[in-house]
């Protein structure tokens, strides 16, 4: 069992857990078909639909199912984003959204950074994986320039409703915790797969 923090600062950004004041915001980045597109969700229309999810959030929390946290901004503090892990035993996975309004300016590595150090300090987890589609070639490169290595193409993976009714094709991306060395050998020897084209490194969702 992982103990999550309820809150982690960084250098630019405050992540912490969601209250009721933040599903407009919440709701805000939901609809934005930017925001959307590759994610495993329809496009939210319903901001009631957001606060009940967001009133589940702290039975997830205590029941180890999802750990989620809402990025904010320093110093005003708007929320500008969110972040969620899920632990299933040795493993865990993260992914986040982020406004478009604030992409290209390295939060989404700020704050992913964050949640990977801590769960690099968890004693039990072994591996940190995240996918994401193929086409989502501004997540793919945030998370390389997090460390993660790209293993190979997961075919058929998931449905995204915003872009087509077929499952698509995802990218796996994982990081082998305490083994540094194996980290290095296989990101100087090239991930699985052809290398990704130059592209804004801080845009969309990581994974879902």
């Known amino acids: 069992m992982v103990t999550p923090p309820n809150s982690i600062d960084t250098e630019?950004?405050?992540?912490?857990?969601?209250?009721?004041?933040?599903?407009?915001?919440?709701?805000?980045?939901?609809?934005?078909?930017?925001?959307?597109r590759f994610m495993d969700w329809p496009i939210c229309t319903d901001i009631g639909q957001v606060a009940a999810r967001n009133a589940q959030r702290q039975a997830l929390w205590d029941s180890g199912e999802e750990y989620y946290w809402v990025i904010a901004l320093k110093p005003e503090m708007p929320v500008i984003g969110s972040m969620c892990v899920h632990v299933r035993k040795h493993a865990?996975?993260?992914?986040?959204?982020?406004?478009?309004?604030?992409?290209n300016n390295g939060y989404a590595t700020e704050a992913s950074s964050a949640i990977?150090?801590?769960?690099?300090?968890?004693?039990?987890?072994?591996?940190?994986?995240?996918?994401?589609?193929?086409?989502?070639?501004?997540?793919?490169r945030?998370?390389?320039?997090?460390g993660l290595v790209r293993e190979g193409l997961l075919r058929r993976l998931t449905v995204r409703p915003n872009l087509s009714e077929l499952p698509r094709d995802a990218w796996m991306f994982a990081k082998v915790c305490g083994n540094e060395q194996e980290t290095m050998e296989l990101m100087r020897c090239g991930s699985a797969?052809?290398?990704?084209?130059?592209?804004?490194?801080?845009?969309?969702?990581a994974n879902e």
Request: proline share 9%.
């Open 12 to 36: 630019r950004l405050l992540l912490r857990r969601p209250v009721p004041e933040d599903v407009p915001a919440m709701f805000e980045n939901g609809r934005n078909p930017e925001v959307a």
């Open 92 to 103: 865990a996975d993260f992914g986040y959204i982020l406004n478009p309004q604030y992409w």
């Open 116 to 140: 990977m150090r801590w769960l690099e300090s968890e004693s039990g987890i072994q591996r940190i994986w995240a996918t994401c589609d193929v086409e989502n070639l501004a997540s793919a």
């Open 142 to 146: 945030v998370l390389e320039k997090l």
């Open 193 to 205: 797969g052809p290398e990704l084209p130059a592209v804004n490194t801080h845009g969309n969702q």
